[in-house]
């Protein structure tokens, strides 16, 4: 008979042993080297393990204190993003959990405030760095796509608040801690020239384009940024998705004047 052929997937982020008395079970599994339930379970953050997740290297201090920071930053965009809301609007109208945070995740997808917008905006990093007359000219002519896509183009520069009328406090404040912690050059230089990009744009800056200047520092690519952007989000989608469900429609303020009830 011919010997059968076993089939492999091919990965370098995951590496796995089965156990002697069941080879669909793992006994062993590594992370970027690190053996996962043996070592990092007891000695890695959260935070530490995610960024080896995704890079496949320990985080230097900083680093780390700068994801966490962004992270906490971005954990509840609250009610007024567009994501929680959409989130919220499932909870309260009975829909699965799983489609609550689904609706998070469509609706915080975007270009307007949402990951594609920080996927743009890592792509600005790539193009102009640190160079303000790059960044000017840039904004002043954006790229054009140059075929059929399913996102359409951007309608403002990204990183920007197009309904904004001043960058507001929470922003400058994160912009200021992830400065402290992480030693970023990116971050720094956004601070830096603010007020000038913010002319440029038209618009002040917004939480997407400071978790961009921090994903920059942090030397990820623009989708690999977009996805943890969304991920970072998905935890205040979720508790306030639960809040809603367990309050009822009868006091969601979004409907009060849309529910005829029959007499």
Known sequence: MPEEIVETIETKIWRETPESDNQFAAASCFCGGYDVYGDLLKNASY????????????P???????????????????????????AMSAGVGGSTHASALIAALSVGAGNLGGSREVFHAMEY????????????????????????????????????????????????QTLAHLIDVGKGSH??????????????AGCPLAFSGVAAAALQDLEFLPEQAEMLFLLLRLPGAAVHSLEQERLGWRKYPFFANGFKLNP
């Open 47 to 58: 935070i530490d393990y995610l960024y080896l997740l995704f890079k496949q290297q320990q």
């Open 125 to 172: 990093w790539q193009q102009c760095g640190t160079s303000l007359e790059a960044w000017q000219q840039l904004i002043k002519e954006p790229p054009q796509l140059g075929r059929e896509d399913v996102w359409l183009p951007m309608e403002h520069a990204p990183g920007f608040d197009p309904n904004g009328v001043s960058c507001p406090t929470p922003v400058k």
């Open 60 to 86: 230097t201090p900083e680093q780390s204190a700068l994801l966490e920071g962004l992270a906490v930053a971005l954990a509840n965009p609250g009610p007024r993003d567009h994501s929680v809301r959409a």
């Open 187 to 200: 971050l720094q230089w956004l601070n830096d020239n603010r007020t000038a990009l913010e002319e440029f």
